[in-house]
């Protein structure tokens, strides 16, 4: 059995979510539209935790050893636990504890999880009968809503991915991935980096407003492109009309990295992109 740990460094950076924000049940963007993508993963891989559906498709799609990081420590305890139900359960179980009856009293929350994963569980758990995204642990919106085929994990792949997870090392850690010295205390380099959505939220001088600008997307991305390794790819989730597009492509230029989209074919929020050198 793998090792996973959470280390926690300071949060101080400037984010559009915080500490105490609400994590999302389930990916709304569509994964699985990487499923057919040649991706490098040699040793290491970074993430934003996000819903925790990320590090389960990486898993199964190859990745080794997993950096999971993200400024809301229960976006990070949610993901500990949806890793350890879909390492432990059969894809039916699995459906029926998270999607078909997804209450408090049908959740297995004395699992083998982290020690600050079952604390805030422990702490936020509602009555038996209520649904548990029904807590405070969980954001309330309209907008991430269950896309099951957008996961690419719950298909006819989910015995396969399953094995996958049982030799993979993942690791939380809560911070900001804008935060310089969090990337490089990792000091490892990385051959995979998933950004989710973060240029869509980029913030400016002061945390005020928002800021897409060349400079401020190559102040962002600087650490995270130093930390890859020769062949590194990044990921990356573009909604919002593709507001930041126009200025990731000039600051990947920068960076000799160029931008590529990844042929949408299932439903949800923006599309995919990957860059590389």
Known sequence: MKSKKELMPSTKEKSYFGLNSGAYPFTNEPLSDICSEKLNFNEN???ITSSGDIQ????GLGAKNISS??????????????????????????????????????????????NSSKNLFLKEKGKNHEKIYQSKIFKQVKFSE???????????NYDFFQKRLKEVNL???????????????LEKKFSFVYLSNVLDHLKGKNNL?????????????????????PFGQILYNFAWNERAIPGTIKALKYFNQSLRKIEKKTKGCGKMYISEK
Do not use: C
């Open 146 to 156: 269950l896309k099951i085929n957008s996961m690419g994990y719950l298909g006819k």
């Open 45 to 47: 891989s970074l993430v």
């Open 171 to 185: 690791n939380f850690h809560v911070g900001d991935l804008g935060n310089h010295n969090l990337i490089r205390g």
């Open 209 to 229: 407003n928002y800021d897409f600008s060349k400079k401020n997307i190559i102040q962002t991305l600087k650490p995270i492109i130093e930390s890859l390794d």
């Open 56 to 59: 389960i498709l990486l898993a």
């Open 69 to 114: 990081v993200d400024v809301s420590q229960k976006a990070n305890a949610w993901a500990d636990y949806k890793w350890t139900i879909f390492k432990n359960y059969s894809k039916e179980e699995y459906n029926e504890i998270l999607i078909i009856n997804p209450t408090w009293n049908n959740f297995p929350i004395g699992l083998p999880v982290l």
